[in-house]
């Protein structure tokens, strides 16, 4: 049988002016949510700290890929990489972790994200805002800031590759979750976009993503 392949995103560091759309090429259905491909997977995490990234990093991958303190932060703020063989994937999934952002996002903290931008040169399959199901209210300013950060760096076209990964969550969840954000995180996930939304509890010692989750995330 014959692979198919598509070609993936293609992200390069770009000014505050530049559009993805100017530097990517990728092939979308529109009823999926992400691009369906045959060959290695790429996920860029970013969010606030304390939402379970590199705990999420690790539920994706299925192993203690990036260290996570007990308190949910990661010992060591810096962009981390990891790559493995992804159960029921069959396929190499590689997950770049950023710093999480504890306060507005300085320009030193945007430098950090163009690097992880830079890290994979043949680009992101998906670009995953992590979110906390219970915390969306108390950092709604800083979950604002984070994505008008990426937006500043990738433009319009951030939003076909944008997947929003809510922590500490079931699936069945999100429409309530959607329901009760503020105002103005609502605004990054438009009423067509809502199907972009995947639950992850980043639980010890279970199926955190959940296989239909998975299938979710990886078609």
Request: charge should be negative; glycine fraction near 6%.
């Amino acid at each position: 049988m014959n692979k198919t392949q598509t070609k993936d995103v293609t992200c390069q560091p770009a000014s505050s002016s530049a559009k993805l759309d100017d530097i990517v090429s990728v092939q979308l259905s529109r009823d999926k949510l992400h691009v369906s491909i045959s060959r290695d997977i790429n996920l860029l995490l970013v969010g606030c700290k304390g939402n379970g990234k590199s705990h999420t990093g690790n539920t994706i991958l299925g192993q203690e890929a990036f260290r996570v303190t007990r308190k949910g932060g990661t010992e060591k703020s810096s962009l981390c990489s990891s790559s493995h063989e992804v159960d029921g994937v069959s396929r190499k999934v590689t997950v770049v972790d950023t710093p999480g952002v504890s306060q507005a996002m300085t320009e030193s903290e945007f430098e950090e994200l163009v690097r992880a931008v830079k890290m994979v040169p043949e680009g992101f399959d998906a670009i995953c805002l992590v979110w906390d199901y219970n915390n969306s209210e108390k950092s709604e300013e800083k979950e604002v800031q984070v994505f008008q950060s990426l937006h500043r760096l990738l433009g319009d076209g951030l939003y076909e590759h944008l997947v929003i990964l809510v922590t500490h969550a079931q699936q069945e969840d999100i429409p309530e979750f959607l329901d009760g954000l503020p105002e103005a995180m609502k605004k990054i996930v438009p009423a067509d976009k809502a199907n972009c939304m995947v639950a992850i509890e980043n639980k010890p010692d279970s199926d955190s993503l959940g296989r239909n989750n998975q299938g979710r995330l990886w078609d």
